[in-house]
């Protein structure tokens, strides 16, 4: 009687509380340890160009170290990514002054020979870019040992006119003939600033009007004070 009336329903109940503990721990470890796969999936994954941040789920903890994946992932990628900017603009920026000196040394070999005063104008302008180059690779050298970038800022004491009127001789070795370059100035210009950095803006300009500027046509550089600032401006045909 016993055993039919108390021991059964004991042994059943136990039975069926086991099988919902059993259910219940299956429902929480899954609820915890899916959430965790994904991160390590997208770990293992990475790097990948189509990697999505993952979408937090699970207790609190898991969630909070889904977003600090999330975050991590975007930090890298955005790093990676300066990386690849940073190394295709130096390359841009190396480019400009080979192109010049090359342009030089064709002129020195065709006419200047012959001519200590176009020797001396084009040495002077191979230096000139020479340093340039020298300033870059520094800057390079600099960034692999800094991790914070605002340290490479530096301040010059920048002569704009003759800035400029190295630029407008740049543009005009850049163009090998095929444009007529202008410059327009106030000659009283100076500022404080990165020369180097200001130097690559405005070459970047001036290099852009040459690329997409028909033969035959005008490119004038412009530098004038407005309002109290200093605007530079390219124009072209």
């Known amino acids: 009687i016993f ?35 994904r991160v390590v999936l997208a770990a293992r994954a990475y790097p990948s160009e189509s990697l999505e941040p993952i979408e937090p789920h699970g207790p ?6 889904t977003r600090a994946f999330n975050s991590m992932i975007a930090r890298v990628q955005s790093s990676q990514q300066s990386q690849r900017d940073f190394v295709a603009n130096v390359s841009h920026e190396l480019r400009t002054p080979l192109t010049v000196i090359g342009g030089f040394l064709e002129t020195l070999a065709e006419e200047g020979a012959s001519d200590p005063e176009t020797n001396k104008w084009a040495l002077t302008l191979m230096t000139d870019q020479t340093r ?21 800022v530096r301040e010059d004491n920048i002569n704009i006119p003759a800035m400029l009127r190295e630029l407008c001789q740049e543009a005009e070795s850049l163009s090998a003939g095929h444009h007529r370059i202008g410059l327009n100035l106030d000659t009283k210009t100076k ?3 990165s020369m180097d950095d200001l130097r690559s803006a405005f070459s970047n300009l001036v290099s852009n009007a040459i690329r997409y500027t028909a033969e035959g046509g005008d490119i004038t550089l412009n530098w004038e004070i407005r309002d109290g600032q200093g605007v530079f401006s390219v124009q072209d045909s």
């Open 191 to 193: 500022l404080m600033g």
């Open 3 to 37: 055993a039919d009336e108390f021991l059964l329903p004991i042994i059943q109940g136990g039975l069926i509380a086991l099988l919902l503990s059993l259910i219940l721990a299956f429902v929480l470890s899954r609820w915890v340890a899916d959430p965790l796969q």
């Open 60 to 65: 609190h903890e898991v969630q909070d170290l």
């Open 132 to 152: 340039r180059m020298q300033r870059l690779v520094e800057d390079l050298l600099t960034l692999s040992r800094l991790e914070d970038s605002e340290n490479l």
